[in-house]
């Protein structure tokens, strides 16, 4: 392998990532817009998520320039391929189920830590009709449906940071740094939206700074389980079918939590967001623990 | 199977399609840009319906999104019409460049034929709806809040059900045009079509015309919104059993076809 080469496509792609999202955002920005203004996603809000393809694109370009091909399958591809075989479904299917599965656990934590926020009318502070009521308790089925068919955007990240830059990393300095490492880029390559409020807010101790840092922390460890996936697949796919679910939040019981009965140091943005992706966390680690025991080859 | 969908991909003549349909974006985007939707400036060009239901003026940003809502709208029912011709055109470039036969030569699945056409028609109709999504999305970003963008937020709801009805249609031709061939294939979708239009013509004649008195896009809003776990289950579920009907077919053809690969002369 030679390191230098790598090593310079590494960055020829991080320059491609950043440089074409952060015009959009910087853009976005400074056109005075805030994440969720009114409370909720704004058609300007929704457009700057269109800045999630260009990691794909950036991995294109550099696979363009540094002339490494465009191998849809195999060893330095795209990863682009699809097999079931050898028991690979199971993790297609774990793919979309998963994020219900820390998402509900991560709200069943909260009310662990806060029984009192527990209020089943706040559905309707939230202007849930009754009507619309039984669509509730099949969110997280239509998440995990709606999720999937259109990953296009989830897609067009983990074409770029599991497909390019992870494989690369690997290469580089192993399993463990890379991990770190791309979790901590892929984070701050986040930190423009952090600071317009996106995933946080803007209502938290040491802003925009701890959620800067809480971000950074996030992608590491949301980044294990999309390494892993990828990994023990050869497909970027089911990473990108767990990104599309999860950033549609599968949970029936954040309709019944009431955020303004959360008192004291846990009603602070950032610090809420990590009791609710503790679980995530937990089986972050068991995965990568698994994975740091394979013998990885990228 | 990669080079079995470049194959089909160059039989559609995909790189044209692929410039032609960024070229579209990036034109729309401009569009978009140039003329957004939320100026509210009051214009003597045409008249709207507001929430009371009078008749009012319309803002020039209410003209724009009715103009510019026409493109992503128009995408999604056009949407359906490519992934049906496409299911021709790359079984047409097989027979002509005998490709099948060039195939069951290599070292490949049985079966891998049949799924590379099943799966280039699945990712086209992926591609086609996160187009239309993207579409979707920059029409929305500097839309008014005028009745076009409500009605495109509504119909959007139903992108997936919509553009899947493309993988029914795929999923009822692919078996005739992989077994029989595009000619015979094309002359038994001919006879489908053309019963479809008589049944459609007959009920015209003889039929209850009663329902089509009051059909009209707000009605069909408003029932989603009266009715919103129905709309929701519909939604999600048509996509899923288009989906299923779509592996149904792929199996089907694999059976048929199980021992007549190399019979086939198309």
Redesign the interface.
């Known amino acids: 392998m030679d390191r230098k080469m790598e090593t310079k496509r590494l960055f020829v792609y991080l320059a491609f990532a950043f440089g074409f999202t952060w015009i959009i955002f910087f853009a976005y920005i400074f056109s005075g817009n805030i994440w969720m203004a009114d409370g909720t996603l704004s ?2 809000d ?2 700057v ?2 800045a999630m393809l260009f990691p794909a694109l950036a991995a294109l370009l550099t696979r363009y320039v540094t002339r490494e091909g465009f ?3 195999g060893r330095d591809s795209l990863l ?2 699809i097999s079931f075989r050898d028991g690979k479904w199971i993790y297609f299917v774990l793919a979309m189920i998963l994020p219900w599965v820390y998402f509900e656990l991560g709200y069943a934590l909260m009310l662990l830590l806060s029984p009192k926020a527990f209020d089943p009318s706040y559905p309707a502070l939230l202007e849930i ?1 009754e ?2 009521r ?2 509730i308790y ?1 969110q997280p ?2 998440m995990m ?2 999720g999937t ?2 990953s ?1 955007a989830a897609f067009g990240e983990e074409a770029g940071w599991r497909g390019y830059m992870m494989p690369k990393m690997i290469k580089l300095w192993g399993a463990k740094k890379a991990v770190a490492f791309g979790g901590i880029l892929w984070g701050i390559w986040h930190w423009p939206l952090t600071y317009v409020g996106h995933n946080f807010g803007r209502d938290y101790v040491g802003y925009p700074f701890t959620g800067f840092a809480a971000m950074c922390v996030m992608c590491v460890f949301m980044g294990m389980i999309l390494t892993f996936l990828t990994y023990r697949t050869g497909s970027i796919w089911p990473a990108a079918f767990l990104h599309a679910v999860n950033n549609s939040s599968p949970s029936i019981l954040q309709y019944f939590i009431n955020p303004d009965k959360i008192t004291g140091w846990k009603a602070d943005g950032a610090v809420s967001f990590v009791i609710l992706l503790l679980p995530m966390m937990v089986i972050a680690v068991f995965l990568f623990v698994k994975f740091a025991d394979m013998k990885v080859d990228a | 199977m990669a080079g079995l969908l470049y194959k089909d991909f160059i039989g559609i003549k995909g790189r044209w399609i692929v410039l032609i349909l960024t070229g579209c974006t990036l034109f729309f985007l401009i569009l978009r840009f140039l003329f957004p939707g939320n100026v509210t400036t009051v214009t003597s060009m045409g008249m709207t319906e507001n929430e009371a239901g009078e008749l009012v003026e319309m803002s020039v940003g209410e003209l724009r999104d009715s103009m510019l809502v026409q493109l992503p709208l128009l995408f999604m029912i056009v949407g359906l019409y490519p992934a049906t011709t496409w299911s021709a055109a790359i079984c047409r470039h097989d027979e002509k460049n005998k490709t099948r036969q060039y195939t069951a030569a290599l070292p490949l699945d049985k079966n891998a034929y049949i799924a590379s056409k099943y799966l280039f028609i699945g990712i086209a109709v992926y591609s086609l709806f996160s187009l239309d999504t993207i579409w979707i999305m920059i029409f929305n970003s500097v839309a008014g809040d005028t009745n076009s963008a409500e009605c495109l937020m509504v119909l959007s709801q139903f992108l997936m059900a919509f553009l899947g009805l493309s993988l029914i249609l795929a999923a009822i031709e692919l078996p005739f045009f992989i077994t029989f061939g595009v000619k015979k294939g094309m002359l038994v979708k001919t006879a489908i079509l053309e019963g479809a239009a008589f049944l459609a013509m007959a009920y015209l004649f003889f039929g209850n015309l009663a329902i089509f008195k009051n059909f009209d896009i707000f009605i069909f809003i408003n029932w989603c919104e009266e009715h919103p776990l129905i709309a929701v289950l519909i939604s999600i579920l048509s996509p899923v059993a288009e989906l299923f009907l779509f592996w149904l077919s792929y199996r089907i053809t694999c059976r048929i076809n199980h021992n007549r690969e190399v019979e086939i002369n198309g």
């Open positions: 058609g300007m929704q457009f998520c269109l191998a849809v399958t682009l391929g009709t009507q619309e039984p669509i099949i089925l239509t449906i709606s068919i259109a296009f």
